[in-house]
């Protein structure tokens, strides 16, 4: 697995830092790196919470590297579980991994490529 830093443009990248403390709702179509702490929704493209970062509120991307913690539900493309990290709540996902010494307290629920198609057609 290649990390998401390894992917994205730094300067398409939203960056919280160590010891921030941010509450409402970050949005960023590109990506977005959370060192500090969110509480409230996040929505971008693709999110690595490091070591030590927490967002406490809903998650929704297309992409997720998780080494910190996850307080509420998420909807994500593709989730990375990484070895430390928490994610407590209910996780919708494409697909996922999940590595040894990572904690999920709720559950993981697969989602088929084809609900993304037919939600676009009932509101469209």
């Not at 970062?53 to 590297?65: C, D, I, P, S, T």
């Not at 509420?72 to 990484?82: D, E, I, M, P």
């Not at 697909?95 to 676009?120: C, H, K, M, N, Y």
Request: aromatic share 4%; net charge negative; glycine share 14%.
């Amino acid at each position: 697995m290649n990390s998401i830093l390894e992917r994205i443009n730094p300067q398409e990248m939203l960056l919280l830092g160590e010891g921030s403390v941010v509450r409402g709702t970050l949005k960023n179509e590109e990506a977005a790196l959370i060192h500090g702490t969110m509480d409230g929704e996040v929505s971008c493209g693709s999110l690595l919470i490091a070591r030590g970062g927490q967002v406490k509120g809903r998650v929704e991307a297309r992409y997720l590297e998780l080494w910190g913690e996850i307080d509420a539900n998420s909807r994500v493309g593709k989730a990375y579980f990484l070895r430390g990290s928490v994610m407590r709540g209910v996780v919708l996902a494409k697909s996922a991994g999940i590595v040894p010494g990572a904690t999920l307290e709720g559950s993981l629920v697969f989602q088929a490529v084809e609900d993304e198609r037919d939600e676009a057609q009932e509101s469209g």
